[in-house]
C-alpha cells in the first residue's frame, strides 16, 4: 500500500522484509537513519532472528559483515562517504571471499574540504572493487532494489551495493509502495550459503595464493559478476510478477522515441532531468533520457542498443575524476555509436542542486551543438578566473581560496 515515508525508513523496512540474520553499521551521515531503524526492530522484536551488532568503524562494520555472511548468515550493512573509503580494505575482501553481503551507500560527497551533501564520490571511488552496483533513481527505487540485491547476491555468491542519493532521496518523504512479508518471502526464499566456515569441519578461506592461480581467481570472479547482466532483468520481471508492478532491470528509457539528443544520468536527478525533458519536448526539442540503474557491471550492450538511434549523447555525472571528466561518461563512450558527439556534463558536485532551468539550458546548448566537449553545470566562472588567475603562470602570485 502506498504511503508517505521518508527514504530511510523505507528503506530499513525493505531490508527487514528479507529477513537479515546479522546487522552491522557504524553512524555516518547521511546513512544513520536506516540503521537506526533497523536497530530498533530488533530490539522490540519485530526483526528476529536478527542480530544487531554495534562496532567502533566502518572497517569493524564490512569486517563483522564479512564474518556473519562467512559463517552463514544473510548479512547487511550501510555505510557513506568517508565511511565506505575507511572499509575500502574490507570491501575488497568481501568480493574476493565471493560473499553475498548488500550494502546500502547513501551516496555523499568526499572531502577536503568536508562537506556532508550529495554526489556519488564515494561509489565511484569503489568502483571496481569487485561489488554490483545498483543505482536509484528515487526512494520507489530504492526500496525494490533492495529486495532485489538479496536475491541477486545470493544466486550469484557476489556483494552487492546500493546508492542512494544522500539526503536528496534517503531524507525525503515521498509516497511509496513497501511490499508486504508474503510477496517478498515468495520472491526471496530463505538464505542457503554456498559457503559456510563451521568449527566441525575447519577450512581457510582468503589463503595466500600465489602467480601461479590468481589470473584464475580474478577471472571467475569477473565471469560470476558479468553473469549480473543477464540475471538482473529476470530477477526484475520475477519482482514484478511477486509484488504487482514493474521496477529494476539494467537501464531505464525516457522518452527516447525519436529522440535526436539522448542523456545519459543515474541517482536522483533523473526525476529533474524527466521534466526538463517534457518541457523541452513540448517546445519542439527531440531529447529523451536514459537512467542506468546497475553500473557495475556496465551495461554496454544495453546502454549501445538505447542509445542507437541518438545523434547526440549528453551524460550527468554527479562525481569527477580529477584531471579527467566524468565516470559515468567514460564508461557511456565505450557504449556509445561511433562517431557521435558526447558531451559530459559535471553537475550537483557537494550536493548544489541540479535544477530543471539549468538542465534546460544544458540541453538547450547541446541541441545547437554549443556544449563542450567537458561542461560543468552552474559553474562559477568569475571565481574560478580569480582564483587561477593566482596558480603559478596566472597574473596574481597569492593564490588560495584566501587569496585576495
Known sequence: MREQIEGSQAVARAVALCRPQVVCAYPITPQTHIVEALGARVK????????????????????????????????????????????????????????????????????????????????????????????????????????????????????????????????????IDVPDQESVDSFLPPFVPRQRLDPDEPVTIGAMVGPEAFTEVRYLAHARMRRALDLMPVIAAEFAAAVGRGGGGLVEPYRLEGADLVVVAQGSVIGTLCDAIDELRDEGISVGALAVTVYRPFPVDAVRAALAGARRVVVIDRALATGEGGFLAADVRRAAPAGTPLHGVIAGLGGRPVTRASLRRCLEEASRGLLGELAWLDLDTTLIEKELAGLPGGTDVHAGPHAG
Open 44 to 175: 522490540e522484536g519485530s526483526l528476529a532472528p536478527c542480530q544487531f551488532i554495534n562496532v567502533e568503524s566502518e572497517f569493524a562494520a564490512m569486517s563483522v559483515s564479512i564474518g556473519a555472511s562467512a559463517g552463514g548468515s544473510r548479512a547487511y550493512t550501510a555505510t557513506a562517504s568517508q565511511g565506505l573509503l575507511f572499509m575500502a580494505e574490507a570491501v575488497y575482501n568481501a568480493s574476493g571471499l565471493g560473499l553475498p553481503i548488500v550494502m546500502t551507500v547513501a551516496n555523499r560527497a568526499i572531502g577536503a574540504p568536508i562537506n556532508i551533501w550529495n554526489d556519488h564520490s564515494d561509489s565511484m571511488a569503489l568502483r571496481d572493487a569487485g561489488w554490483v552496483q545498483l543505482f536509484a533513481a528515487d526512494n520507489q527505487s530504492a526500496v525494490d532494489l533492495h529486495i532485489q540485491a538479496f536475491r541477486l547476491a545470493e544466486e550469484l555468491s557476489v556483494p552487492v551495493m546500493v546508492c542512494v542519493d544522500g539526503f536528496s532521496l534517503t531524507h525525503a518523504v515521498e509516497g
